[in-house]
């Protein structure tokens, strides 16, 4: 299978009709796929694929009079913006083997991956590159199936930034592990799945100083079926997290790192949920809660990547969802409390999270005859007074139409209309959000698209 995309077009407009400097589409993406599997079901799979994105894009001036690249911001405050030719790479390779006819205690499967990612943000450049390998065999076991292995790692984050505070180095992480998962139905009542894994870890840091720690990893979730159509499920996890490579395009920017205090980190993680399904209703409630202990600054301030905070993530996630013979409607609704350190989390705290509060979603769609199908989205996200400012809220409405002849089942034509009402806003994971210098990015006004897909 082969693929190619090319994806261009100008800087889009807000809701406002105000054009959004830096957001122009110049995307080419190439995929390919070969597999072959003999009459007895040895299988082998090969992928490579490459994407690029390389357009003009919003740029600020940081310090040493470096411009630094922030297509995730409209803007600062302190002064206006220019457009930088900016250049985003990924390149991945997956080799496989799997055994599509195997059974009972030999089921055996094998990946190797290579992937590379860069970035060039003009004032810095970074690359990160990894290597892993997974070995694992699945044996047929009493009400259902062990999965075990082995797999490992190595990644590195290479960069180096220019200016009076020109600067670069290098961080490499190494990763060993071994694991186990089951999942069983031990009667018409419970079904668990349970296991574990250890992994060991080395990492040498921009200056050359060595880490290793070794750490164990377990979880467990039960589901229990109460009726016909009430269900309950609940789960435990204690994670190790190992350590993190710090931000690539940044190692030493400024002042040399200093891994004083550089350390592990761990998760724990619970949730509590309920299940209703009668086939024309669904439902589904859960609470959940994440900590994780010792996280390890990836964009260090002043330099201190042994800076560590703690993070916490509480909250409920909800559904419900009534079908009918040739349509769905369904809404969601999940709420998250996000802390860092027990204050709540900002919008610019990268790799940790976001103050996300309150997202409601919509979704339907209905089969009107064999060819034709509509059906539309929205998401409301309401006011989040935990951050200050406090992050105001929004109401977004996307429809669509689809049609499929019934002599080319392969092809789709299909015509989407997002933003319906011409909303103006920022979507709640935008960065920056409750930041005094930074304007946000606004999403686009109603955007009509037509689209034909065809499925070979």
């Not at 807000?14 to 830096?22: N, Q």
């Not at 020109?166 to 419970?190: I, K, M, Y």
């Amino acid at each position: 299978m082969l693929s190619h995309t090319r994806r261009s077009s100008d800087d889009y407009e807000d809701g406002d009709g105000v054009v959004v400097l830096g957001t122009r589409a110049e995307l080419t993406d190439y995929v390919g796929k070969v597999a072959y599997e003999s009459l007895d079901g040895h299988r082998f799979e090969f992928a490579a694929s490459r994407t690029e994105d390389s357009g003009p894009r919003s740029a600020q001036p940081g310090p040493g009079g470096v411009y630094f690249i922030r297509p995730d911001f409209g803007g600062l405050t302190t002064g206006p913006s220019v457009l930088i030719e900016a250049l985003s790479r990924r390149t991945s390779y997956t080799l496989g083997y799997s055994n599509t006819q195997a059974s009972g205690m030999w089921n055996p499967e094998i990946q190797l991956s290579y992937n590379k990612q860069e970035i060039d943000a003009i004032g810095s450049y970074g690359v990160n590159s990894s290597f892993s390998a997974t070995f694992k065999n699945r044996f047929d076991i009493a009400g259902g199936n062990l999965t075990a292995g082995l797999d490992f790692f190595r990644e590195t984050a290479e960069g180096r930034t220019g200016g009076a505070f020109g600067s670069g180095g290098e961080e490499t992480l190494r990763n060993t592990g071994v694991f186990a998962q089951a999942r069983q139905d031990l009667n018409d009542t419970f079904s668990v799945s349970y296991g574990a894994r250890i992994d060991s870890q080395k990492f040498t840091g921009a200056d050359g100083t060595k880490f290793s720690d070794t750490g164990v990893s377990i979880n467990g979730t039960v589901d229990v079926r109460l009726s016909d159509t009430w269900s309950l499920n609940a789960g435990l996890a204690s994670t190790w997290g190992g350590y993190e490579l710090g931000e690539a395009g940044l190692v030493n920017f400024f002042t040399p790192w200093d891994y004083t205090g550089f350390t592990s980190s761990r998760a724990k993680s619970a949730r509590l949920g309920v299940r209703f399904d009668n086939g024309t209703w669904k439902a589904s409630a859960a609470l959940f809660q994440t900590e994780v202990d010792d996280i390890a600054a990836v964009l260090p301030s002043g330099g201190a990547r042994g800076e560590l905070s703690d993070l916490k993530s509480r909250g409920i996630d909800t559904s419900l969802q009534y079908s009918w013979a040739n349509g769905f409607a369904r809404v969601n609704w999940t709420y998250a409390d996000v802390e860092v350190d027990d204050a709540t989390i900002t919008s610019t705290a990268y790799y940790l999270g976001r103050p996300l509060g309150h997202i409601i979603a919509l979704e339907t769609g209905m089969e009107l005859t064999p060819e034709w199908r509509v059906g539309g989205s929205a998401q409301i996200a309401l006011s989040n007074d935990d951050t200050t400012p406090e992050l105001p809220s929004y109401e977004v409405v996307n429809l669509y139409a689809s049609y499929t002849p019934a002599r080319y089942d392969n092809l789709e034509l299909r015509l989407d209309v997002r933003n319906l009402f011409d909303e103006t806003y920022y979507s709640r994971s935008a960065d920056g959000l409750d930041n005094s210098r930074v304007v946000p990015l606004n999403e686009p006004g109603r955007t009509i698209g037509l689209t034909a897909r065809l499925r070979f």
